[in-house]
């Protein structure tokens, strides 16, 4: 039964019960949360001593911080070492070796494949010897651009088990994006395959890798699974099937043992300037972020089927498809196809015929499955599930009363995880059988995790209910540790806006009660569809076009992907607006980012409105999409303050 007080859901009997994790309740979560307050150090080393098979268990916790973090990376548990897929796989093969691992789930409904602990292990070492005899050495770069397939976390599991340093690069990027990435880590070799498949489509994967690698030379080597047999063009100095290159591998394959700070895995992620960066997460920390995390929110039990419908190209799936899970010994599930195909079903379907217990998907997804209506749902028995879980953008009271009343029946309990790809594993989340939870509200920081909300204007700390940016005062396992060969770009980044405390780039409000409301990006970060873009990216994108002069770009409210993209241009002399432009347009941003970028609204003006100095203010173009052109505020400070009214009265919202 459902109680409910004051906007606060309790946690219902079938979550709390028989819970075998230390935080089973939340007296539980305080006394954690003091434990590592008290002494982070002690704690995480007690955690990670517990959680993960190291091969010399470190002794050491957190080395320098925030204040040095200009001279270099702060470390954890530097002097341990281990190799992370002794976590995920050796480890799970005497308790577990029958058990699935994988759980995959094709494009067509039905098409499973389940692999065990014993078979993946076997799998990644066979590739990891695939990729040893192809050249690749410890601490080389390799890309994966593939669909959601096994082999996909199996190409990752392998560059862990030899020490190379995987960047997965989702499929939905364009051939220039994937250049820029190949180039930025000076990538070895690429791992991808025939075609991908999604919704009955074929996607060629192929083929974007080879126009992003013409005229390039770095990459020596392209190891191709077959995934649809579709057509592909070869280039046989260069490009290797994984069919015939892994499948003769022998199936064991020693761990390269490493350092703790060992780089794991590098991951592009969009921030308000410039081109991607890449994040790079190391071994130790990361793997020992992941695991607690995903063990404590989703109270993991041993029969769980658990359910995360990200892809594997964004850290969602990097941390909660393949290193939390495994390293819990977990099943986890890669799901190939979308939420609607072949309808709006899909998900329930699967979770009764897989007996899914835990899903974790993003609002955005919520929002579509509930807009095509309860019959979808109600079509299927979903008395499996015990926990529902969101990531990558708020979520609106009315898309999370629909998941806890029509998904889960109101036996379920919803936990709504705020993190970041720079944080590694979730920070601010409820511990599923713990916390009582708003709708709306990520709730608290975990144990370890240290949030501040600073006063916009002033910096100063908030105390209290309050309303500010949040960052964080103290550095945890899992944070990333640089920029990929810009260090300095890191420290830009996160550490120069507030000195001394981590800025996440988000607001936040707390409540009385101490709950934290994520209130978005407050940097030119947009998030649509819980997939994380750089307005400076769509710019530099629609200015590749002849017929811009000048372009901004701002995020806007969205009913469904939560935001929008509203690009407003300035065109050369001689060209004119058009639908047929419009569209010439979003072909050049394709393009450039790839399918997953789309302008929503074009809006031409004839200037952009500036400071005397040139700045583009940016703050008035997101007042105007947002449709509060009249609340404007303070313009005296522009160059020509007439075009505001241009883009006031041409606004297209
Ligand atoms: C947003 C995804 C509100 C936030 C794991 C953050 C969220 C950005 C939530 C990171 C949440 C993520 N509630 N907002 N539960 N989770 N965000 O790097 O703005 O793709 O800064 O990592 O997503 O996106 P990223």
Not at 60 to 85: C, E, I, M, Q, R
Not at 253 to 263: F, K, L, N, Q, Y
Not at 283 to 291: A, C, I, P
Not at 431 to 445: D, H, K, L, N, Y
Request: hydrophobic content about 40%; charged content about 25%.
């Amino acid at each position: 039964m459902k109680e409910q007080m004051q906007d606060t859901w309790a946690v219902p009997e079938r979550v709390r019960e028989g819970s075998p994790n230390p935080i089973a309740d939340f007296d539980g979560f305080l006394r954690a949360r003091h434990a590592a307050e008290v002494d982070p150090d002690g704690f995480w080393l007690g955690q990670t001593h517990r959680l993960l098979s190291w091969r010399t268990a470190p002794t050491v916790g957190l080395d320098g911080g925030y204040h040095t973090v200009k001279d270099g990376p702060f470390s954890w548990f530097a002097d341990g070492t281990l190799n992370v897929t002794e976590s995920c796989l050796d480890a799970n093969l005497e308790s577990r070796g029958d058990k699935t691992a994988i759980l995959w789930e094709g494009d067509e409904p039905g098409d499973v494949r389940r692999i065990s602990y014993r078979e993946l292990h076997g799998e990644v070492c066979k590739a990891a010897n695939a990729l040893r005899e192809l050249g690749v050495q410890k601490g080389e770069r390799v890309i994966i651009y593939m669909g959601m397939v096994p082999e996909a976390a199996i190409a990752m599991l392998a560059c862990a088990r030899i020490g190379a340093i995987h960047s997965v690069v989702f499929g939905g990027f364009s051939a220039e994006a994937l250049r820029d990435r190949v180039r930025d880590c000076g990538a070895e070799l690429i791992v991808t395959q025939d075609e991908g498949l999604r919704a009955g489509r074929t996607v060629g994967l192929k083929s974007t890798v080879d126009a992003a690698l013409e005229g390039e030379q770095g990459v020596r080597r392209v190891l191709v699974y077959r995934r649809t047999g579709g057509e592909v063009a070869w280039n046989p100095d260069r490009d290797v099937w994984w069919h015939e290159s892994v499948g003769k591998q022998s199936p064991e394959c020693p761990a390269e043992i490493v350092e703790a700070e060992h780089p794991l895995f590098i991951l592009y992620t969009s921030g308000s300037t410039g081109r991607p960066k890449g994040v790079l997460h190391t071994s130790g920390g990361y793997l020992t972020w992941v695991t607690y995390t995903f063990r404590t929110v989703f109270d993991l039990r041993d029969d769980d089927v658990f359910a995360c419908m990200a892809d594997i190209g964004w850290i969602t799936g990097h941390s909660y498809i393949v290193y939390g899970p495994l390293a819990n010994g977990a099943t986890s599930l890669m799901f190939e196809s979308t939420p609607v195909y072949p309808d709006a079903g899909r998900y329930w379907d699967m979770v009764q015929r897989l007996g899914i217990t835990i899903i974790y998907t993003a609002p955005t997804a919520i929002r579509a499955l509930a807009a095509q209506g309860d019959d979808f749902v109600q079509k299927y028995d979903r008395s499996s599930l015990r926990i529902l879980g969101t990531v990558g953008e708020p979520i609106n009271p009315d898309a999370w009363k629909w998941y806890y009343d029509v998904v889960g029946e109101g036996r379920c309990t919803i936990v709504d995880t705020w993190w970041q790809t720079e944080t590694g594993g979730m920070l601010i989340s409820p511990i599923a059988p713990a916390t009582p939870v708003r709708p709306g509200s990520a709730t608290f920081a975990l144990p370890g995790v240290a949030p501040a909300l600073l006063e916009p204007e002033t910096g100063r700390v908030l105390h209290g209910p309050a309303e500010g940016h949040l960052v964080m005062t103290r550095p945890w396992p899992g944070q990333a540790r640089t920029v990929y060969g810009d260090h300095e770009r890191y420290v830009s980044t996160y550490f120069s806006t507030w000195p001394g405390v981590y800025f996440t780039g988000d607001g936040c409000r707390r409540d009385a009660e101490g709950y934290h409301w994520i209130t978005g990006r407050i940097d030119d970060v947009i998030n649509v569809s819980g997939h994380r873009m750089g307005t400076a990216e769509f710019e530099a994108a629609l200015i590749a076009h002849d017929a811009v002069a000048e372009a901004a770009v701002v995020g806007y409210p969205h009913d469904l992907k939560g935001q929008g993209v509203y690009a407003y241009l300035v065109l050369q002399p001689g060209h004119e607006a058009s639908a047929g432009l419009e569209k010439a347009l979003n072909g050049v941003v394709r393009e450039i980012i790839g399918a997953v970028a789309k302008v929503d609204i074009f809006q031409f003006v004839p200037g952009l409105p500036k400071t005397r100095s040139g700045k583009v203010m940016r703050r008035i173009l997101r007042k105007v999409a947002e449709g509060r052109g009249d609340q404007l505020g303070d313009t005296s400070t522009l160059a020509d303050p007439s075009v505001v009214d241009a883009i006031r009265e041409g606004a297209r919202v």
